[in-house]
């Protein structure tokens, strides 16, 4: 166990429809990243959160949007959801401050868009 | 797209032999992690090697880097069953900080009893 919880761990939703998946970072952690996995795949990186700021984004719409609260926890949003965002979506949280520094994952959430 | 591409992607061994895996990526890296996964869940994390070192053990794990080839190799030795998972590199790099962390496509484990 790494600290680091999500929820929910499934999640069924409808082509079109807007998600909110919830990440608790391990304590003392205030970097929170977040993940996409498509099946069969590596992990790409979506954006990152310190300090209730988006400081860095991958390769993802903008309707991939998120939040971080003053206690850390983090939420990942989805809107106008498409069948290709069915997929396993991981969050992990780490210090800040150095670049050396190990991602602690949760369990994930599994989307299924249909 | 992934910069860490790794060979090989499937991988099946008996119980007791070593495992070999390969990691390659482009740019100029700060470090190059390596994961684990069980059955599509969270990632754990292995080891980490800085950009300045050319190996590290931890364990039974043994991690190679060699940056004027932009590869680096994950040697699990003396494998168990519970070893079965997919291993995955990671690369931060320079230029980006902790935690963007970019991933290969994964190499899938078997270690048959």
């Known amino acids: 166990e790494t600290g680091v919880t999500q929820s929910p761990t499934h999640l069924i939703k409808t082509r079109g429809q807007q998600v909110t998946l919830r990440c608790s970072s391990q304590s003392g952690h205030n970097t929170v990243s977040w993940y996409q996995q498509a099946l069969g795949q590596g992990p790409q990186f979506i954006f990152q959160?310190?300090?209730?700021?988006?400081?860095g984004r991958g390769n993802f719409p903008p309707r991939f949007s998120g939040l971080q609260f003053p206690n850390y926890s983090s939420e990942l949003n989805v809107n106008a959801l498409e069948l290709d965002d069915s997929a396993l979506y991981l969050c992990?949280?780490?210090?800040?401050?150095?670049?050396?520094?190990?991602?602690?994952f949760g369990q994930g959430t599994r989307l299924t868009v249909v | 797209s992934q910069q860490g591409e790794e060979d090989p992607q499937a991988l099946s061994i008996q119980e007791g032999e070593n495992a070999t895996m390969n990691c390659s990526y482009k740019t100029s890296i700060n470090n190059l992690q390596w994961y684990r996964q069980n059955s599509g869940r969270g990632l754990v994390h292995l080891i980490l090697i800085r950009s300045n070192e050319r190996e590290k053990h931890s364990g039974r794990l043994r991690v190679t880097l060699d940056t004027s080839k932009k590869s680096s190799s994950l040697l699990i030795t003396a494998s168990r069953a519970a070893d079965t998972a997919s291993y995955f590199c990671?690369?931060?790099?320079?230029?980006?900080?902790?935690?963007?962390?970019?991933f290969g496509g994964g190499t899938r484990l078997m270690v048959k009893p």
């Open positions: 959160y310190y300090r209730e700021e988006e400081n």
């Open positions: 990671a690369i931060l790099e320079v230029g980006y900080a902790g935690n963007m962390l970019t």
């Open positions: 992990a949280s780490s210090l800040p401050g150095t670049v050396d520094t190990e991602a602690f």
